[in-house]
């Protein structure tokens, strides 16, 4: 840390706090009394109480920044990790945030970061014809077990994907076939029934 403070202040390198502010979700989680919570480190400008923002597949207004001790605070300049409030849905940890100038580009970018999750997720999933079907029941392979996750904290919801990919042997495959933050919905269980 004192090598990076001496290289920074030799080179004089400053962020800009002038420009629309960026940055990364470090965690996010779906609060019962306060909706939508993210936490975020602004890397690059200022983001203010107000301003437009997409976060991976999630937008919003900010509604509300709360700082590292508790206190409501009108901006924040970078370098600053904050509490951020008004987002529509919890946004996954690691994707970056950007203010927009308005509501409907915010709508935009979430929109199009959903699209290519959804698009990565479909092509990952395996196809299942009648054809390998009936070859897998033929050769008498492994076992599968379908798993919708749900957890209260995006971080929760990695490592439990993480841990239970590693716990697959070969007599029983584990397929994870949703992993979000929130409550177990109506929408989780018609997938269920269909898996």
Not at 11 to 16: E, F, H, I, P, S
Not at 40 to 62: E, K, M, P, Y
Not at 187 to 195: N, R, Y
Request: glycine fraction near 10%; aromatic fraction near 2%.
């Amino acid at each position: 840390l004192e090598h990076l403070s001496y290289i920074a202040e030799l080179a004089n390198l400053k962020a800009d706090a002038g420009v629309p502010a960026s940055g990364a979700v470090i965690e996010s989680e779906l609060d019962s009394g306060r909706g939508v919570v993210a936490r975020l480190l602004v890397q690059r400008g200022t983001l203010r109480v107000g301003d437009a923002i997409a976060a991976g597949s999630a937008c919003g207004r900010v509604r509300a920044l709360i700082d590292e001790t508790g206190k409501h605070v009108d901006e924040v300049g970078p370098s600053t990790p904050i509490e951020v409030m008004g987002l529509d849905v919890v946004p996954v940890a690691g994707k970056k945030f950007y203010v927009t100038e308005d509501m409907a580009q915010a709508k935009i970018l979430a929109e199009e970061d959903g699209r290519l999750a959804r698009e990565r997720n479909l092509s990952r999933r395996p196809q299942i014809t009648l054809d390998n079907f009936m070859g897998q029941i033929d050769a008498d392979q492994s076992q599968e077990l379908c798993l919708i996750i749900r957890a209260d904290v995006q971080g929760s919801v990695e490592v439990l994907c993480k841990s239970l990919n590693e716990l697959s042997v070969s007599e029983v495959r584990i397929n994870i076939l949703q992993a979000m933050v929130g409550g177990i919905t109506e929408g989780d269980v018609v997938l269920a029934e269909a898996s």
